[in-house]
């Protein structure tokens, strides 16, 4: 048996901040993760990113989705604020609960909300939708993939991937100025130059995607 990660949309309307988002509709708001305050209440933390604190603040205050906020932690481009929000987001919450599902990422813009949710088997993803049309809740599922430890690792890196962005580091390959090169790095690991150049593109693509890209 193997996990199963799906990436799925929300419409904000049927999940949450949808007024914030549509007032700061150029601010991205990612879930760092949701702490369990009770077995009904859960209170996520989200980074708005923006150095604007008084805008976020006064959509927050409007939005209906929210039934509190507390910041935690101001940055020059960012703030942390705890939310706590109402009945109907919570539901969804719990529905991965129950089916153990893990938000990787989850990620707000303009009217949309863009999560990549691990779960155990496919079984759990199945039970998840079946469960958001029973709330009135709109899933939309964009890719499922198998999540198996051949097919990648930590930051979505191939084995082969990492080997290399490793190896280039240890070399000095990103030093400045450079220790080694390109050249060099394929012959210690027994492969073309083209080959070395492909491995170092994807594996600098799949780790921008998962941490930068991705939210945190």
């Known amino acids: 048996m193997t996990g199963t990660i799906a990436e799925v949309m929300f419409p904000a309307d049927t999940f949450a901040l949808q007024r914030t988002l549509q007032t700061l509709d150029t601010t991205r708001f990612d879930i760092e993760q ?27 205050l409007t939005d209906d989705s929210v039934r509190n906020f507390q910041l935690i932690a101001e940055f020059d481009t960012e703030c ?7 009945a109907k987001i919570d539901a969804l919450v719990q529905i991965l609960v129950e089916e153990q599902g893990a938000i ?9 909300w863009k999560l ?24 939309e599922i964009n890719t ?29 390959y990103y ?28 594996g600098h693509e799949n780790l921008v995607k998962n941490t930068l890209a991705g939210g945190r």
């Open 34 to 60: 949701v702490v369990a305050h009770s077995r009904n209440r859960l209170l996520p933390f989200v980074w708005a990113g923006t150095s604007d604190r008084e805008a976020v603040e006064s959509a927050l």
């Open 80 to 86: 942390l604020y705890q939310l706590e929000w109402v």
């Open 104 to 112: 990787l990422t989850a990620t707000g813009k303009k009217d949309t």
């Open 116 to 139: 990549r949710i691990l779960f155990g088997d496919h079984d759990a993803l199945a039970r998840t939708y079946e469960h958001c049309e029973t709330q009135g809740i709109d899933l």
């Open 144 to 172: 499922i993939q198998e999540f198996t430890q051949k097919r990648t690792g930590q930051f979505g890196l191939t084995q082969s991937q990492r080997q290399t962005l490793q190896l280039a580091h240890d070399r000095g």
């Open 175 to 202: 030093s400045v100025p450079r220790e080694t090169s390109a050249k060099m790095l394929a012959g210690e690991l027994g492969v073309t130059h083209q080959s070395l150049s492909e491995r170092l593109r994807r």
